[in-house]
């Protein structure tokens, strides 16, 4: 990823390698929001939030993740909610 703002960040990698991304990590990042584009991440099964206090939204397409079992939001900021459309998830910890 080369041209990555504190703000956004924007996934450009050709969709067949983003749809076998399994875990996603961000940590003290300053991100206010996640791209839709995480409806390819179709075998994504862990995603970790971690003291990323500008976080004010998660996308809707987190509920297409249907592999997704492990959603950590830890020091969330701004997230007052969270995607109806979140599914199921075997863990889940705020």
């Not at 075998?43 to 939204?57: A, M, P, T």
């Not at 809707?60 to 007052?80: C, D, E, F, M, P």
């Not at 995607?83 to 889940?92: D, M, R």
Request: hydrophobic content about 45%; some cysteine.
């Amino acid at each position: 990823m080369s041209n990555i703002s504190q703000n956004e960040v924007e996934f450009s990698f050709n969709g067949k390698y983003l749809s076998q991304l399994k875990w996603l990590y961000f940590f003290r990042s300053q991100i206010k929001q996640l791209t839709q584009a995480m409806e390819h991440f179709s075998n994504l099964n862990v995603l970790q939030l971690i003291d990323c206090g500008e976080l004010d939204v998660l996308p809707k397409a987190i509920g297409t993740l249907v592999w997704l079992q492990t959603l950590y939001l830890n020091s969330y900021g701004r997230l007052t909610c969270l995607p109806e459309t979140i599914g199921s998830l075997v863990n889940f910890w705020m």
